[in-house]
């Protein structure tokens, strides 16, 4: 079976952001779901081919943790999720919340980097 799965699929990282409205779980609830629903629709992936997730947010973010949210959305209860403080730079977006996911693909299959809402401007070049 892993000589099948080697063949067929690449592990690739796939990177992306949004921001939320504002620091509640609930606004914070919102742009995570988003996210990782864009996440799987834009690159077609299944459940089982999400690897791991980690997070980071900036620091005006700290009412709940982003991979909690995104554990109990979409059966991801499997997948290895990890939050991390974003670094504080001068003018960075606000409400920030940014992901690397690593995920199995198929070779042929094109990447697409979900950038939403405020991060959208973060890399213009993939929105």
């Given at each position: 079976?892993?000589?099948?799965?080697?063949?067929?699929?690449?592990?690739?990282?796939?990177?992306?952001?949004?921001?939320?409205?504002?620091?509640?779980?609930?606004?914070?609830?919102?742009?995570?779901?988003?996210?990782?629903?864009?996440?799987?629709?834009?690159?077609?992936?299944i459940?089982?081919?999400?690897?791991?997730?980690?997070?980071?947010?900036t620091?005006?973010l700290?009412?709940?943790?982003?991979?909690?949210?995104?554990?109990?959305?979409?059966?991801?209860d499997?997948?290895?999720?990890?939050?991390?403080?974003?670094?504080?730079?001068?003018?960075?977006?606000?409400?920030?919340?940014?992901?690397?996911?690593?995920?199995?693909?198929?070779?042929?299959?094109?990447?697409?980097?979900?950038y939403?809402?405020?991060?959208?401007?973060?890399?213009?070049?993939?929105?």
């Amino acid at each position: 079976m892993y000589e099948t799965m080697k063949d067929d699929y690449k592990i690739t990282l796939i990177r992306g952001a949004t921001t939320a409205s504002g620091n509640s779980v609930e606004e914070i609830e919102d742009a995570v779901v988003e996210l990782i629903e864009e996440l799987i629709s834009r690159n077609h992936l299944i459940k089982k081919n999400l690897l791991s997730i980690t997070f980071t947010a900036t620091k005006d973010l700290d009412a709940c943790f982003p991979a909690s949210i995104a554990r109990k959305c979409n059966g991801l209860d499997s997948v290895a999720f990890l939050d991390c403080q974003q670094m504080h730079v001068a003018n960075d977006v606000d409400f920030c919340i940014r992901i690397m996911a690593q995920v199995l693909l198929q070779p042929n299959n094109p990447v697409n980097h979900p950038y939403l809402r405020g991060a959208a401007k973060l890399r213009s070049d993939r929105c």
